[in-house]
């Protein structure tokens, strides 16, 4: 089984540029969760599906930052503009029912300049 | 104060010494995760628990549910065994199956061979 596959692995952007990160989750996982973790810090919840549906978005900085998951499969977090606060790890993450099976992707590691 | 606590927060060890990181939470739980990062940033989970003990290996994990308190050990360490270790649970009494994750801030662990 592939886990769950993000891309890129890393980017390096100027500040007011828009950045897009991808995440496909491990296959029949219906939650996905994407995460940013600050250096030196634990992950902090961006945004949580459940199949196509948002089910928590209260920390997600709606000004700037968008996901999707159309099919209720993979799923995209978008950044417009990106700020140099945004650098950080970005990690996708899902889940089966109840949460079990609750993997991690291998983070995108975001610098912006 | 952190919902969850981890110490100590960074760790160096001798290879093949016996390692302890211990994890204290303050919120009823469903279940905790304990996972490893390495630099790279990519998350791998090592344990799921809600009661007991789970050994993996070299690996081994308690917890106890009365005293909140939930301890990972390392057996025989290693070099490639350092890494960020992340303490991270679910809090019970959500209306949802699954639930995001609330993180330690993680201990960082250094093994010298």
């Known amino acids: 089984e592939a886990g769950v596959v993000q891309s890129p692995r890393y980017k390096i952007i100027e500040k007011k540029q828009p950045v897009a990160f991808w995440c496909n989750p491990i296959s029949g996982h219906n939650t996905l969760y994407w995460y940013r973790q600050n250096l030196g810090q634990g992950p902090e919840l961006l945004i949580r599906?459940?199949?196509?549906?948002?089910?928590?978005d209260s920390q997600l900085p709606k000004d700037r930052f968008s996901a999707e998951r159309l099919k209720g499969v993979d799923s995209t977090l978008k950044i417009q503009p990106a700020e140099l606060g945004d650098s950080a790890v970005y990690l996708c993450?899902?889940?089966?029912?109840?949460?079990?099976?609750?993997?991690f992707g291998s983070g995108t590691r975001l610098t912006v300049v | 104060k952190n919902e969850v606590e981890q110490s100590p927060q960074n760790l160096t060890a001798q290879e093949g010494e016996f390692i302890t990181i211990n994890c204290s939470y303050s919120?009823?739980?469903?279940?905790l995760h304990w996972l490893q990062q390495h630099p790279g940033g990519g998350i791998v989970s090592l344990f799921m628990?809600?009661?007991g003990k789970k050994k993996h290996g070299r690996l081994i994990a308690t917890i106890n549910i009365q005293e909140k308190h939930s301890s990972l050990h390392i057996t025989a360490s290693h070099p490639r065994d350092s890494a960020v270790y992340i303490c991270a649970v679910r809090k019970r009494g959500s209306n949802f199956g699954n639930e995001k994750l609330t993180f330690g801030t993680g201990t960082r662990l250094t093994i010298i061979p």
């Open positions: 599906y459940e199949n196509e549906e948002a089910v928590d």
């Open positions: 628990l809600s009661s």
């Open positions: 919120v009823g739980i469903s279940a």
């Open positions: 993450a899902s889940s089966s029912d109840r949460g079990h099976g609750y993997t």
